[in-house]
């Protein structure tokens, strides 16, 4: 109320002779307060208000505000107490602390995830206090505004669509506190949401294999290939290293990896005739420890089929060290499910032709510290039965196509070339067994094999004898005019011991039919036995 207006006649309602005020020196006096909020018209008797009264100031939030006045007269002295009740008008609008709300949000935050706002204050208190809040329409957030009785209303900012830095490094959001005077009051305050890195972005390969050739006996340190992975994270989040992933000890002898650059050289001797082809896996990681991990799954995967596991590890014991899994980013939300305790990767249901070969997933491991602290891991897993079919699999640049090609070619000359050499060789030597005599020892000779009668055996070097004689032969260098002797015979009547056989005209013939290669030859001795 204004000064100068008019609470009531006071005079009238406490039955008092308004011409005697001015004689009694009426006054009003305020307790406990310095101030006069009221005084009284001597002429009128009324009761006005001398000071601006706030409700506010003098009572704060409380629901009733009395101000107590006394009324003093003289002569006679009288005193009279006056209760004044002190109603609230929707004077006051809703206000922030602070022009602008910072706050500061991981994007690896989950959705649902909560954050407390500070509060509007408002002086009025009933329906003239804050009744509503409101939020600017945004696609990340929501709000959600609950009443308590002892603070009274107040939001929450939930986060109502993940976080993604890389695409949004801050959100600015307008908050308004409204309340239920008449006309209503409304405060504004703006929300500077700075989104804090996460590192939810494995390391990108710019090829998904590489492919190249490698000369034998390449010497040390020759630069096989260079791989290359960036991180769209930032700081130490988007710092890549390398590291070999599942190789074996005996590659890791030939080849080295630089776990800073990716170049990769030789170390040990290179031998085609042992191996034609390696096989390296190479792991991206970030520094926080982030690998890029690539899984196959079956076009054929059914729902609930284990497709992969995270395995981590807490170094804290009891409660703390209790783990949890849960998938913070999928680019199908629906495909596949973690196991909350085991970290077993599922898929949800049957893989579609419909479904994107390319699946990337965002893995985060809480433990049950309080604070709870967190990891996260990355996965890409490629719905394919084959690494050929992947798109990225098959974008192959002209050069890598035109070396491809010459090595091609070369491999196509050289094997051309061995197989005519292999069939000339082969050619050669069957003509030659043909014409040359198998060698038992230096310059041993054996006569070839012909039909024999039922009741001769073939002996190795020796013609012809009845199949009951077994004996050996022995050849040695020198003149072919030598004889052929039966040194002991166990077979009185059927030939004679130290019997010597002159070379019949056959035998000769069949040496001259040996050619000028075997004229080094002669039989020396050929013990028999018989039975």
């Given at each position: 109320m204004k000064r100068g207006s008019v609470i009531g006649n006071i005079a009238k309602d406490l039955g008092l002779d308004v011409n005697r005020l001015s004689s009694r020196k009426?006054?009003?006096?305020?307790?406990?307060?310095?101030?006069?909020?009221?005084?009284?018209?001597?002429?009128?008797?009324?009761?006005?208000?001398?000071?601006?009264?706030?409700?506010?100031?003098l009572c704060g939030k409380k629901s009733s505000c009395?101000?107590?006045?006394?009324?003093?007269?003289?002569?006679?002295?009288?005193?009279?107490?006056?209760?004044?009740?002190?109603?609230?008008?929707?004077?006051?609008s809703p206000h922030f602390d602070e022009d602008v709300i910072k706050m500061e949000i991981r994007e690896s935050a989950d959705k649902g995830e909560r954050f407390l706002l500070e509060e509007a204050h408002d002086p009025d208190i009933g329906n003239n206090a804050v009744q509503s809040y409101t939020l600017e329409s945004n696609e990340n957030f929501i709000l959600y505004v609950k009443s308590n009785d002892l603070a009274g209303k107040y939001c929450e900012?939930?986060?109502?669509?993940?976080?993604?830095?890389?695409?949004?490094?801050e959100v600015k959001l307008i908050l308004t506190a409204v309340d239920g005077g008449t006309?209503?009051?409304?405060?504004?305050?703006?929300?500077?949401?700075?989104?804090?890195?996460?590192?939810?972005?494995?390391?990108?390969?710019?090829?998904?294999?590489?492919?190249?050739?490698?000369?034998?006996?390449?010497?040390?340190?020759?630069?096989?290939?260079?791989?290359?992975?960036?991180?769209?994270?930032?700081?130490?989040?988007?710092?890549?290293?390398?590291?070999?992933?599942?190789?074996?000890?005996?590659?890791?002898?030939?080849?080295?990896?630089?776990?800073?650059?990716?170049?990769?050289?030789?170390?040990?001797?290179?031998?085609?005739?042992?191996?034609?082809?390696?096989?390296?896996?190479?792991?991206?990681?970030?520094?926080?420890?982030?690998s890029f991990m690539t899984e196959m799954?079956?076009?054929?995967?059914?729902?609930?089929?284990?497709?992969?596991?995270?395995?981590?590890?807490?170094?804290?014991?009891?409660?703390?060290?209790?783990?949890?899994?849960?998938?913070?980013?999928?680019?199908?939300?629906?495909?596949?499910?973690?196991?909350?305790?085991?970290?077993?990767?599922?898929?949800?249901?049957?893989?579609?032709?419909?479904?994107?070969?390319?699946?990337?997933?965002?893995?985060?491991?809480?433990?049950?510290?309080?604070?709870?602290?967190?990891?996260?891991?990355?996965?890409?897993?490629?719905?394919?039965?084959n690494l050929a079919e992947v798109p990225e699999l098959k974008d192959m640049s002209r050069d890598e196509s035109s070396s491809k090609l010459t090595f091609y070619l070369i491999i196509a000359l050289v094997s051309v070339s061995t197989f005519f050499l292999t069939f000339i060789i082969i050619i050669l030597a069957v003509r030659f067994r043909r014409r040359k005599p198998r060698l038992l020892f230096d310059g041993?000779?054996?006569?070839?094999?012909?039909?024999?009668?039922?009741?001769?055996?073939?002996?190795?070097?020796?013609?012809?004898?009845?199949?009951?004689?077994?004996?050996?032969?022995?050849?040695t260098t020198g003149s072919r005019t030598s004889d052929f002797k039966f040194v002991r015979s166990y077979n009185?009547?059927?030939?004679?011991?130290?019997?010597?056989?002159?070379?019949?005209r056959s035998v000769e013939n069949i040496l001259d039919d040996l050619g000028n290669e075997v004229k080094t030859s002669q039989l020396v001795l050929m013990t028999m036995k018989y039975n």
């Amino acid at each position: 109320m204004k000064r100068g207006s008019v609470i009531g006649n006071i005079a009238k309602d406490l039955g008092l002779d308004v011409n005697r005020l001015s004689s009694r020196k009426a006054r009003i006096d305020t307790e406990d307060s310095r101030k006069r909020y009221c005084d009284i018209n001597l002429n009128t008797g009324e009761l006005i208000v001398a000071e601006r009264i706030d409700r506010e100031g003098l009572c704060g939030k409380k629901s009733s505000c009395v101000l107590k006045q006394e009324l003093m007269l003289e002569n006679p002295l009288e005193l009279h107490r006056i209760s004044l009740h002190i109603d609230d008008i929707n004077d006051n609008s809703p206000h922030f602390d602070e022009d602008v709300i910072k706050m500061e949000i991981r994007e690896s935050a989950d959705k649902g995830e909560r954050f407390l706002l500070e509060e509007a204050h408002d002086p009025d208190i009933g329906n003239n206090a804050v009744q509503s809040y409101t939020l600017e329409s945004n696609e990340n957030f929501i709000l959600y505004v609950k009443s308590n009785d002892l603070a009274g209303k107040y939001c929450e900012l939930v986060l109502n669509k993940e976080l993604d830095r890389e695409q949004q490094q801050e959100v600015k959001l307008i908050l308004t506190a409204v309340d239920g005077g008449t006309p209503p009051r409304s405060g504004t305050v703006a929300i500077h949401v700075t989104v804090l890195d996460a590192n939810d972005n494995a390391p990108v390969f710019s090829q998904a294999i590489y492919k190249v050739s490698l000369p034998e006996n390449s010497p040390a340190d020759t630069v096989v290939v260079t791989v290359s992975a960036t991180d769209a994270d930032e700081g130490q989040n988007g710092k890549v290293t390398y590291a070999f992933g599942h190789v074996s000890e005996e590659d890791k002898t030939l080849f080295l990896l630089n776990r800073n650059t990716g170049e990769i050289t030789v170390v040990g001797r290179i031998d085609y005739e042992e191996k034609t082809a390696y096989e390296l896996r190479v792991l991206a990681k970030d520094s926080a420890g982030n690998s890029f991990m690539t899984e196959m799954v079956p076009k054929i995967a059914q729902a609930r089929s284990l497709v992969s596991k995270v395995i981590a590890v807490d170094a804290d014991s009891g409660q703390n060290a209790w783990l949890s899994y849960h998938i913070i980013k999928a680019s199908d939300p629906g495909l596949f499910t973690i196991g909350v305790h085991s970290g077993e990767i599922r898929t949800q249901r049957d893989i579609s032709e419909s479904d994107s070969m390319k699946q990337n997933l965002i893995v985060s491991v809480r433990d049950n510290g309080q604070p709870s602290l967190s990891a996260t891991c990355a996965l890409c897993l490629l719905i394919s039965d084959n690494l050929a079919e992947v798109p990225e699999l098959k974008d192959m640049s002209r050069d890598e196509s035109s070396s491809k090609l010459t090595f091609y070619l070369i491999i196509a000359l050289v094997s051309v070339s061995t197989f005519f050499l292999t069939f000339i060789i082969i050619i050669l030597a069957v003509r030659f067994r043909r014409r040359k005599p198998r060698l038992l020892f230096d310059g041993a000779v054996a006569i070839p094999s012909a039909y024999l009668p039922p009741n001769y055996a073939e002996v190795e070097g020796a013609g012809t004898l009845r199949s009951t004689y077994n004996y050996d032969a022995y050849l040695t260098t020198g003149s072919r005019t030598s004889d052929f002797k039966f040194v002991r015979s166990y077979n009185e009547g059927t030939l004679t011991a130290d019997l010597t056989l002159k070379k019949t005209r056959s035998v000769e013939n069949i040496l001259d039919d040996l050619g000028n290669e075997v004229k080094t030859s002669q039989l020396v001795l050929m013990t028999m036995k018989y039975n």
